[in-house]
C-alpha cells in the first residue's frame, strides 16, 4: 500500500484502520482472537496506521489494539486520544483537558498498549474550560520526556487548530468527512493546507451507510451508536438512499464497490488525507483496502461530485448534546 504524510514527518498507510467497532460503539465487542485476527490482517495487508482511544470500552480497546500489534509494534503507527472523564461505572462524566489529567491518560494509555511510546496523541474533544494553549504546553512536555511523538486535535474549529498549532505542531487533525458529510470542505480543509496539517476523516463510509448494506428496514443492535443519530431514522435513511443509488451506479461501471468508490474519492481529494475506515469483517477489511489501490480519473471526480453535489442529505450527523462538543 503507498504511503501518506501527516503533518511534515509522519509517514502512514495511505488508509488506516479506526478500531473503534471492534469494541465499542456499533453493538457488542467483536469477539478477542476474532478481533485480533482483524487488526493482524490490516497489517498484513499494507495497513501500518492504527486509531484508538482511551473512551473506546472504555481502556478496553486500547488493550486489543496493544496486544494484536505487539508482534510488529516497531512497524505500525498507534494514535490514540484523551479528554473525556469517566465515572466508576465506566461511563462518561463530562470532558477533562486539564494537563494534569493527560499526563495520567498519558501514562495508562501507555501501559494498555505495551508500548513506550504513543506516536500520535489526539485531545478527543475540545474542552472549553481549559485553553487550548494549556493542552498544547502540556502533550508538548510529553513529546520532550519521548513519551508521545506527534500531537492531533478531534472535530476542533479552524480558531482552536490555529491557536493549538501556534503553540506545538498539531501533525492531525481527525474529523469526520465523507461523501455525505463534506462539512470540512468549507473552512477546515483550507486551513489544515494553510499550515501543513494533515487531515484523518474518519466514519469514511458513513457509519457504513454509503456501503449499501443499510437501509431504511435495518434494525441496529441495542448498543448500536446509530440508533440515537438522527441521520439513521428510519425516514432519513429512506431520503438518504439517493445517495447510496447513485455510489451504485458508478460502482458498477467501475467494476468496484461502493465503499472502494468512496474511499478512492476521499484519497483523490488531498495528498494529506487518510482515511480511517473499521470494521469487525475479514472480507470488509480487504475490500476497503481495495479502495486504496483504485484510481479515479479527473472525469470520474467529476462525475461523482455532479451526482452527489445536488443531493442534499437529511438528518444531524450527531444528537444535540454531542453535537456541541464539536468545531469549538
Do not use: C
Not at 465515572?87 to 494498555?112: D, F, M, T, W, Y
Not at 472480507?283 to 455532479?306: C, F, S, Y
Amino acid at each position: 500500500m503507498q504511503k501518506r504524510k501527516l503533518g511534515s514527518n509522519l509517514e502512514v498507510s495511505a488508509l488506516g484502520f479506526g478500531a473503534m467497532g471492534l469494541s465499542f460503539g456499533y453493538g457488542p465487542p467483536t469477539e478477542k482472537q476474532q478481533a485480533i485476527k482483524v487488526l493482524r490482517r490490516a497489517f498484513e495487508l499494507g495497513i501500518t496506521f492504527f486509531d484508538t482511544a482511551e473512551a473506546y470500552g472504555p481502556y478496553k480497546n486500547e488493550e486489543l489494539v496493544g496486544e494484536a500489534l505487539a508482534p510488529f509494534r516497531d512497524q505500525v503507527i498507534i494514535a490514540t486520544k484523551f479528554g473525556f472523564a469517566f465515572n466508576k461505572g465506566g461511563g462518561q462524566s463530562g470532558l477533562n483537558s486539564k494537563p494534569e489529567h493527560i499526563r495520567e491518560v498519558a501514562e495508562a494509555s501507555l501501559k494498555r498498549l505495551k508500548t513506550d511510546v504513543i506516536d500520535l496523541l489526539y485531545q478527543h474533544r475540545v474542552d472549553a474550560d481549559v485553553p487550548i494553549e494549556d493542552v498544547a504546553g502540556a502533550v508538548k512536555d510529553l513529546i520532550a520526556e519521548g513519551k508521545v511523538k506527534h500531537f492531533g486535535l478531534s472535530e476542533a474549529g479552524a480558531q482552536t487548530i490555529r491557536r493549538a498549532h501556534a503553540v506545538l505542531p498539531v501533525t492531525a487533525l481527525q474529523s469526520e468527512y465523507s461523501l455525505w458529510w463534506r462539512e470540512p470542505e468549507n473552512e477546515i480543509l483550507p486551513t489544515l493546507e494553510k499550515l501543513g496539517i494533515g487531515f484523518v476523516p474518519f466514519s469514511p463510509l458513513g457509519k457504513g451507510f454509503l456501503t449499501g448494506t443499510i437501509d431504511e428496514g435495518t434494525k441496529f443492535d441495542s448498543k448500536d451508536f446509530r440508533n440515537v443519530v438522527p441521520r439513521f431514522d428510519p425516514e432519513n435513511r429512506k431520503a438518504n438512499q439517493t445517495v447510496v443509488d447513485v455510489l451504485g451506479e458508478i460502482a458498477a461501471r467501475k467494476n468496484v464497490t461502493r465503499a472502494q468508490i468512496a474511499l478512492a474519492w476521499l484519497l483523490a481529494q488531498k495528498p494529506w488525507i487518510v482515511p480511517i475506515p473499521g470494521t469487525t469483517k475479514l472480507h470488509r477489511l480487504e475490500e476497503n483496502a481495495g479502495g486504496a489501490a483504485l484510481e479515479l480519473t479527473a472525469d470520474d471526480l467529476q462525475a461523482i461530485d455532479r451526482a452527489v453535489s445536488g443531493i442534499e442529505v437529511q438528518g444531524a450527523r450527531y444528537p444535540e448534546h454531542l453535537q456541541k462538543l464539536v468545531g469549538r
